[in-house]
T-cell receptor, first 113, second 117 residues
Framework: AQKITQTQPGMFVQEKEAVTLDCTYD???????LFWYKQPSSGEMIFLIY????DQQNATEGRYSLNFQKARKSANLVISASQLGDSAMYFC??????????WGAGTKLIIKP | GAVVSQHPSRVICKSGTSVKIECRSLDFQATTMFWYRQFPKQSLMLMAT?????????EQGVEKDKFLINHASLTLSTLTVTSAHPEDSSFYICSARVQQFRAYGYTFGSGTRLTVV
């Protein structure tokens, strides 16, 4: 069965430090997509970064990068130079063959000043 | 581009009444809309997938008679919570699949926080 696992329910990080949010996935499909979304307390889902299963290079979007290790089935999100505004819930998701998103449980990130 | 406008953002209703949530695609045609429900501190749970002009496909355990989904046009999808009860209080989010979008396929409404009293 297809599944996304986020093992960190919550994380505290000092401002300006880098942070890695873990995500592992399970699928037998050769073609899939992996997403990271940020959800602040307002509830909106903010797209951060995408990695396709056939992409050769790790995706980067500004301060966000995705550490894609296909053999280990992991897609960790790295946020460099964390800011107070990065405090939010972070969700890892995988697009399945029906184009539905399978969601992880999420990680609550709190940035300390 | 590819904006989904979701209304209302917050609604409080009395137990037994019905509530309609609308999601409009403003600058694209949403052929597929996903409806999610999210309880506090939990992940998104897919309720149903709707395709324009056809009946919605509900996930297992979701009551189709209670959560009526209509996707009659390419720009509007609605979720009606019928005979709402306090246990229906939750955060509801719609999401449209978008092709040729930098998010590689998905845009989200801003969510509706439903409180049933």
């Amino acid at each position: 069965a297809q599944k996304i696992t986020q093992t960190q329910p919550g994380m505290f990080v000092q401002e300006k430090e880098a942070v890695t949010l873990d995500c592992t996935y399970d699928t037998s499909d050769p073609s899939y997509g992996l997403f990271w979304y940020k959800q602040p307390s307002s509830g909106e889902m903010i797209f951060l970064i995408y990695q396709g299963s056939y992409d050769q290079q790790n995706a980067t979007e500004g301060r966000y990068s995705l550490n894609f290790q296909k053999a280990r089935k992991s897609a960790n999100l790295v946020i460099s130079a964390s800011q107070l505004g990065d405090s939010a819930m972070y969700f890892c998701a995988m697009r399945d063959s029906n184009y539905q998103l399978i969601w992880g449980a999420g990680t609550k990130l709190i940035i300390k000043p | 581009g590819a904006v989904v406008s979701q209304h209302p953002s917050r609604v409080i209703c009395k137990s037994g009444t019905s509530v309609k949530i609308e999601c409009r695609s403003l600058d694209f045609q949403a052929t597929t809309m996903f409806w999610y429900r999210q309880f506090p501190k939990q992940s998104l749970m897919l309720m149903a997938t709707s395709n324009e002009g056809s009946k919605a496909t509900y996930e297992q355990g979701v009551e189709k008679d209670k959560f009526l989904i209509n996707h009659a046009s390419l720009t509007l999808s609605t979720l009606t919570v019928t005979s709402a009860h306090p246990e229906d209080s939750s955060f509801y989010i719609c999401s449209a699949r978008v092709q040729q979008f930098r998010a590689y396929g998905y845009t989200f409404g801003s969510g509706t926080r439903l409180t049933v009293v």
